[in-house]
């Protein structure tokens, strides 16, 4: 048999029907009625027919357009013969297809560049066409090794390391969905690929924000012997375990520059907009303090003046203890330099410096005939002399600290001078003292550290409280966009940040926090976002609820991977922002079993179920769910 004679027994066979209506993209194809079965028989190999999801191409001409089955119907067919015949015999098959693109010299190219006629013929694809359309790494790039199309495990599906790491990448779905295991299988694929790599280890950056601990290595123990190496080995990776409840936890390194932004300070502290942001915008873009720092002796003359001036004051809301929390303040700032002196003398000064109301004045010791007061010439001397005299060392004092001790020190100056309301700022000192020692267990001041040295960097935030879950990854991912996007204009160096269970602080609503904080948190994701690209740095996030996230987040990115997502309003989120699913892939997307998700973005040509392959058990997240029943039989 001839090649020519090959092609059309082809045709013959692989031919569905032809082109019954065209109305933009949307395409009704009349099927053939011997094509309607389920399979068709071909040179002994069984082959799958024409059906709702798969794929036929259109030939018009010399073009060969690309379409996906939507769906089918039957209608009558008018022009069948009137003779004695079944009903069945009228009866026509409809597929109701849109184009999705065509065949070119360079394989399957997505999008619409001409329309088909009436009457053009449909045909099956080959399964040289079939690989074409579901090829989607360039001959250009480097393929990873993904998985296998879930309707066709002989198909495998790979990924291209520019198509989706020089991307922002999206993996949603419901807990259980192997939403983390998408996540740790596509980087574990890219290090086992690259970590050997000179230029991969000095020039790529990946930050991974780890909310529940699932990607930090373990050790074996009796109950589980299994160890794991999350993504990638030790060797290719830092770990921050970090951690509110203990002092031991590790700390990441931030710039003096970070630490100081009045932003920051503002949003970490609720700082109401009218009075108390602009008092911290004051005092940490002042040297003023700095500048006494340097004169312990000059500094201690300044709080003695404090003392004296509070006492002196004749503001009857300048009780004796404003006086013993300035002082107190001041302790808790310099932490164990503090000497024992001062813890005695904040006890002489609690127990003898007393207020009479009814002479509004402050006395010393007892109240007698001629009672020790402020008209006394020993008053100087047992206040602002007293803290002269403290053996007082200033020079511990460093960055959070630091920062603590001008707020502090310009908040009782500001109330004893009258330049401020006392009720104004006083919440501020508060919150300041609460949050402060929890920003000290997890941060450390440090410009000549960098978060690694290394490709990857683990933050797990699994010990931390709520309040520095939502200030430590805003703070990491802001300070080193910042870094990139100035150190290094010629974008010679990757940087990724990675976020999972994002919805913890990419949340567009939140009851929880202040108008200002939730705007700076949102505007900072959004600004990499939408700007990343251009300075060489990328966002990943996984999400259980994408409805919870800012649709301006989940519009920007390009490549999703989305697993079983059950709520109508996660899927609706989906559907808003994802340009490239049709009808048949939503629908799909609630009941996709465990461990295959839906690929769309710009790195697919085609939206396809994949079923991810397997990870060797050491690379796998700590994320399986506990088996209750054998734990329960122990």
Known sequence: MSRTDADFDADAVFKVGRVVAVEGRRVRISVDKLKNGSHLLFRGDLLRSVSVGGYIKIAKGFSELIAKVDGEQIEEDRSSAKGYSRNSDRLVR???VSLIGFLSEDGFERGVRELPLLDNEAYLLSEDEFGRVHRFVSSKDVALDFGTLAMEPSQRVDIGVDAIFASHIGIFGNTGSGKSYT??????S??????SEPSFRKNARFVLIDFNGEYVDRKATKKDKRSTAVITDSGNKDEYRLSTRSKKGHKIPISSAAAKDPTLWTVLLDASEKTQAPFLSRVLSSTYWESKLQDPTDLKSIIGDLVLRATKSGDQSMDRHVVLNLLREIQSCLGSDSPEEFEELIRDFQSNLNYNSKYTKYYW????SSPTTIESPNWEQLTKGAIEALPLDFSGLKDIDLIRFKIVLQYYSDIISGFSN????????KRLDTRVPDIKKVITVDDTKELTDKPLAVVSLRDVNLDMRKVVPMLLCKQLY????NSDPDNKKYLNLIVDEAHNILSAQSSRESEAWRDYRLETF???IKEGRKFGVFLTIASQRPHDISETIISQLHNYFLHRLINNLDIHAVERA????????FEQLSILPTGTCISAGVSSQVPVVVKVNPLSEEREPNSRTMRVAGTWRE
């Open 94 to 96: 409809i597929l109701d």
């Open 365 to 368: 010791g007892t109240w007698s």
């Open 183 to 188: 996540l740790a299988k596509l980087y574990a």
């Open 422 to 429: 006392r009720e104004h700022l006083s919440p501020l000192i």
């Open 482 to 485: 910042d870094i990139k996007k």
């Open 578 to 585: 994802v340009s490239y699913l049709d009808k048949v892939s």
């Open 526 to 528: 959004e600004e990499i």
């Open 190 to 195: 890219l290090f086992e690929q690259f970590a």
